[in-house]
Structures are given as C-alpha cells and as structure tokens.
C-alpha cells in the first residue's frame, strides 16, 4: 500500500496542530509547582502523568500496552483547549454536567479541524469510554497526580481553597469508591495511591479534625 501524497491540507493540519499544541500550554490548572506561586499548566500535568503511569505500569503492572498508555496520557486532556479546566475537589453535580457537556462540544470541534489527523480523536474517544485496561489505569493515574503537586508544594491550592482536614478526608474517601469502580484490577496503582494520601496528610498544614469539630459546636 502506496502512503497517501502529502497535501496543502495536511500542511495546514499540521501547523494548526502546533498552535492547538501552544494553546494546551496556556491552559492553567488550580495546582501549583513546588515553589507554591507557579501555576501547573495543562501541559505540565500532561507531561508528569505521562512520565509516571509509563514507568509505574513498566515496574508494577508490565502486562499493560506502555505505547498505549503514553498515548493514552499525551491526549486526555487536550480537549480543555477550548473547554477549559474545570476544578473538581468541590464539583457540584450541575458543575459535572456542565464539565461533560463542554467537553464534549470540545472534542467534536476537535473532530472536525483535525479531520485529515484522525488520531486525535480517535486516542481521546479511546480514553473517554475507558474501553481497554490502559484507558481505565490511565484515567485512574490522573487522580493520583493532584496530590503529588499537594506534596511538592505543602498543599498550597489546598489552602488556597479553604480545604479543612476533615472536608479534604471525605473527598478522598468518595474518591476512592470511584477509583474502585473502574480501576479495582490494578492493586498496584490503589496502593501507590494510598501512599500518596498518607503523605498528603503528613505534608499539609490544614485545620486538624479536632480543632475543626470544636469550632463547629461553638468552643
């Protein structure tokens, strides 16, 4: 089979792929670098979730696609170029919604510019239905990352966001039914994340529980 003749069109792919590239770069999250003042772009959190779920798949779960799941981790959230990041430690059900339907919107957009480099999508619709373990340990990786940056930084965006030890135990423990929705078959990855939540709770300076409860009951 002949490869098809590179044309203006794809040219034109091509470059508007690297603006597309260069927008995901000026997307910030709500976390921070570890000098706490940084804001983490999309681009970061992109890099770093490729980086750790490859090498942490490679040692702990070696029966998993590594080529799929760079993939897999270099296109999840490509879609926030026109979406938009959307904070989730306090979303409310209408805010998910709303999170869902934009991205959507934002993936057929994607569809459609980048008709002539079907890959795109094709690796985002991939991730998004969660069809193929990779996609599932993927999806289930990005929630660690967050609290890598909470310990990189002492819990800057934490603070920032008024989060109390109480309030930020019950996140974590509804997080955790989630994750084992869809991700129970990889004990590895639910361990890691274990350790990672201790270590949060360690690294943060957050209202204890105690101090919380008297607080609440008026002492």
């Not at 508007?16 to 997307?27: D, N, S, T, W, Y």
């Not at 999508?121 to 991939?126: F, N, P, Q």
């Not at 289930?140 to 989060?163: E, Y």
Request: glycine content about 6%.
């Amino acid at each position: 089979m002949l490869d098809p003749p590179i044309t203006n069109g794809d040219l034109t792919s091509v470059v508007q792929l690297g603006v597309l590239a260069l927008a995901f770069g000026r997307v910030n999250r709500i976390t921070f670098h570890e000098d706490g003042v940084t804001p983490e772009s999309d681009t970061d959190h992109t890099v770093m979730l490729g980086l750790v779920a490859c090498s942490f798949a490679a040692r702990h779960l070696p029966h998993l696609d590594l080529g799929l799941i760079a993939q897999l981790a270099l296109v999840h959230d490509v879609v926030e170029v026109y979406a938009g990041d959307t904070p989730t430690l306090r979303i409310t059900t209408e805010q998910q919604t709303s999170k869902q339907e934009r991205e959507h919107v934002a993936l057929e957009r994607i569809r459609a510019e980048f008709s002539r480099l079907p890959w795109l999508s094709t690796v985002i619709d991939l991730y998004e239905n969660r069809s193929t373990p990779e996609a599932r340990y993927v999806k289930a990786m990005d929630k660690l990352l967050p609290k890598i940056t909470h310990i990189a930084n002492g819990g800057r965006t934490l603070r920032d966001q008024g989060f109390t030890m109480r309030e930020l135990i019950g996140r974590y423990e509804r997080q955790l039914r989630e994750l084992q929705d869809y991700a129970a078959d990889f004990p590895p990855l639910l361990e890691l994340r274990a350790e990672l939540v201790s270590w949060v709770y360690n690294a943060v300076d957050l209202c204890p529980i105690d101090e919380e409860a008297q607080r609440s009951a008026g002492t």
